[in-house]
């Protein structure tokens, strides 16, 4: 994946005629799916960057973006199980491991997100409620740090989060975790 990424224009090209083709269609059913990019050299997060996040913690917007990182390992596939700690909670924050979006061929400023646990929803949101939208957020890291093809950058969690509810809602072994992108799909993980 980080060769495809690297070779720019002309490896989306090729990308788009094998898709046109058909001739490299398989059954879902025979494959397993691996997380699109399984070995990120970063894994940057934003906090706070939904505005509806900031507003369900009583929170003003940041004035800039809040960065932190996570470890590379926090990458699993679509279907993979969430594996919970033996001995903590883990709160419902969204999405439970990265949801890759790419700016083209996308527009992803105005696209629905949701995250289901055990088919109750408990996020509903869209990324017009980023304030720091996706173009932004590049310019900003890269002022800090030299970006490369297959480096993550997450964008933050919209309201829901499990930890903010009245009572709190904590996921636990056998939840099952359903989290959906307009226009780019859907995972599904379970929780053992």
């Known amino acids: 994946m980080r060769a495809f990424l690297e070779s720019g224009p002309s490896g989306l090209a090729a990308a788009q005629r094998a898709l046109e083709s ?6 879902r059913g025979t494959v397993q799916l691996l997380a699109p990019i399984g070995d990120p050299e970063k894994v940057i997060c934003v906090g706070l960057n939904y505005r509806d996040h900031c507003l369900e913690q009583d929170l003003r917007s940041p004035q800039e973006p809040i960065i932190f990182s996570k470890f590379p390992s ?5 279907f993979d199980d969430i594996i919970h700690p033996e001995e903590s909670s883990v709160s419902t924050p969204g999405p439970p491991h990265p949801t890759t979006l790419c700016p083209p061929p996308w527009h992803v400023h105005n696209l629905r997100i949701r995250c289901s646990v055990n088919g109750r929803l408990m996020q509903d949101s869209s990324t017009n409620q980023l304030i ?6 590049i310019a900003w890291v890269s002022r800090f740090v030299t970006l490369v093809p297959g480096d993550i950058l997450l964008t933050g969690t919209p309201a829901g989060v499990g930890l ?3 009572p709190p809602v904590f996921l636990k072994r056998g939840d099952e975790v359903q989290c959906e992108i ?9 929780v053992v």
């Open 164 to 166: 903010f509810r009245k």
């Open 22 to 27: 058909g001739r490299h269609r398989v059954p």
């Open 182 to 190: 307009e226009e780019l799909g859907t995972i599904c993980n379970k």
């Open 132 to 137: 720091f939208p996706l173009p932004k957020l």
């Open 74 to 78: 926090a990458i699993i596939g679509p």
